[in-house]
């Protein structure tokens, strides 16, 4: 008997995508019988959050995660539809492309206590495994005897602030990602003159 596909969700704004994210899908693909990765950056988020342009987010999420082959897809499914991107509209879309598939949303431990807040929650729930990953000083979820290991406590919000106030991020993004980043002067940095574009 042939095993169902399983096909893993990794959406976020990734405002930068760093290397917990990374670390996260690799972890993921190495640990679990999912075989596939979607990583989805959001478009517009749902609770007004401020991002950087989708362009770029994409973009920088496609460097990010493309040393992972073509075991991890980005795709700009939210940036081709137009209002707030809700998960439960991507997963409706990704389940009718993927109709023989097994469909798993990966999410960090803070995810969980907001679930409640997201539109259709129910019905998301229906349609999708939640695998849920925990970052370093993170409690063990409920009615879980074991804790999966743990992810860097990384934040792209601390990341920015560090960024605009002149930090070395290098050891927590991606080089290509930091190349982006100063080519384009983003989250206040300055552009680097002697930059060359990294292939994408």
Known sequence: MTETRRLGIFGGTFDPPHVGHVFAAHYVLMTSRIERIFVIP????????????????????????????????????????????????????????????????????????EFP???????????????????????????????????PRISSSELRDMLAHG?????????AVLDYILAHSLYGLDPDPGWNPPAI
């Open 117 to 151: 807040k997201w539109k259709d929650a129910e019905a998301l729930r229906r349609l999708v495994d939640m695998r849920v990953l925990p970052r370093q000083g993170d409690c063990p979820l409920e009615g879980n005897d074991e804790t999966p290991y743990p992810l």
């Open 167 to 175: 930090r070395d991020v290098s050891p927590h993004v991606p080089r």
């Open 42 to 113: 959001c478009a517009e988020h749902p609770f007004g959050k401020e991002q950087a342009a989708f362009a770029h987010r994409y973009a920088m999420c496609r460097l990010a995660f493309q040393g992972l082959g073509e075991a991890v897809e980005v795709l700009d499914i939210e940036g081709r539809r137009p209002g707030p991107s809700y998960t439960i509209d991507t997963v409706r879309d990704l389940r009718s492309l993927h109709p023989e598939a097994r469909l798993e949303l990966i999410v960090g431990s803070d995810i969980p206590p």
